[in-house]
Nanobody
Framework: QLQASGGGLVQAGGSLGLSCAASGRAVSSYIMGWFRQASGKDREFVAAINWSGESIRIVGSVKGRFTISRDNTKNTVYLQMNSLKPEDTAVYYC??????????????WGQGTLVTVSN
């Protein structure tokens, strides 16, 4: 089970840190990813990190603003979001999967946490 947390309301230009804690299953060997879905839009990929943290992929629209990291000792993956924009408003989901950060096959999904960025 994946539990995402840390969402909330923030003003444009502000920061939020999301966490995704895994329970019931060790995810240290999995690719961990973050996705988001804005209202009325399809879910989109945001960032992914491999088991060691050495391979990271971040979508262009958030590159330079968002950082993904993980702590395998805590079975947790993080998404630090800086310089937030209103267009970052979405429900953010974490997921665990296999393969690579460039073609992950995500098997397990968290319930989502809402991030709202106001003008």
């Amino acid at each position: 089970q994946l539990q995402a947390s840390g969402g909330g309301l923030v003003q444009a230009g502000g920061s939020l840190g999301l966490s995704c804690a895994a329970s019931g299953r060790a995810v240290s060997s999995y690719i961990m990813g973050w996705f988001r879905q804005a209202s009325g839009k399809d879910r989109e990929f945001v960032a992914a990190i491999n088991w060691s943290g050495e391979s990271i992929r971040i979508v262009g629209s958030v590159k330079g603003r968002f950082t993904i990291s993980r702590d395998n000792t805590k079975n947790t993956v993080y998404l630090q979001m800086n310089s937030l924009k209103p267009e970052d408003t979405a429900v953010y989901y974490c997921a665990a999967g296999l393969n690579s950060v460039y073609g992950g096959s995500y098997r397990y999904w968290g319930q989502g946490t809402l991030v709202t960025v106001s003008n």
